[in-house]
């Protein structure tokens, strides 16, 4: 997924999630049923599952653009740098 | 939200969470209803009543129940657990209780019932303080909830005299 369709994936479980709960609920204490409240509930964690566990394309609309390895190759990590900023932060310890 | 089992978990703690908060709120809405229960006892006769050979005495007895606890029982009611005690003072205790009875009512529709029997679990003093012995009838019940804490509550009948002489 990417990171929008990550994000997506996330408000839909909690949204889905509590909005089962809400009808759940409301269908088990006006029936006088408790079994029904569960079951509805089960039903509705079953379908949150499909729906945002499984990789589906949908949420992947804004894919990351990957550097391609050639232009990579052409601007190398700076060694230099690296090596000067090791030594003062052993010193310290 | 990055991998397959990331969502898997995230979806699992929310869903329990959420699981946890409707049973607490229905728990909480068993306040709501307030229940009406009403009952009577009769005691039809005293079939015998001796003093054991250890010195304590014992007695056996007929009664009729007849109770109605359907208002009890909501959504939330996994079973009513309901017993008889008979309830005394003795100079050695100042509350005796002894159950004579008990039963498991598991649906509104066994709560209005008659039982008519003699004394399920005997009924024996510490002692032998009950010629002409003044008790109470005291109808206990347990409510037992699908999801959270049980209560229990009584109703006291008075007014039954134990006979003066064994026979």
Known sequence: MDWQGQKLAEQLMQILLLAFAVVAFATGYISGSF????????????????VTVPNWPFFNRHPLKWLDPSEAEKHPKPQEAVSAK??????MI | MHSLGFRVNALLTLGVTVLALMCVIASLSDNLSVPSPSANVQVLNFNW???????????????????????????????VFV????????????????????????????????????????????????????????LHWHVMPKTGKMFADKIAMTGYRMPKEYR
């Open chain 1, 35 to 50: 079994q029904m409240m569960v079951l509805i509930y089960a039903v509705g964690v079953v379908l949150t599952t499909l």
């Open chain 1, 86 to 91: 090791k030594k003062p932060a052993k010193n």
């Open chain 2, 83 to 138: 017993f008889l005690a008979a309830e005394y003072e003795t100079p050695k205790n100042s509350l005796n209780q002894v159950s004579l009875w008990d039963g498991i009512i598991p649906s509104k529709e066994h709560a209005k019932f008659l039982i008519h029997t003699t004394n399920k679990y005997r009924f024996v003093d510490q002692g032998s303080n009950l010629r002409g012995k003044e008790f109470n009838l005291t």
């Open chain 2, 49 to 79: 009543f001796q003093k054991q050979s250890e010195g304590n005495e014992e007695v056996s007895l007929t009664f009729k129940i007849a109770a109605d606890l359907q208002s009890m029982f909501t959504w939330n009611t996994k079973q």
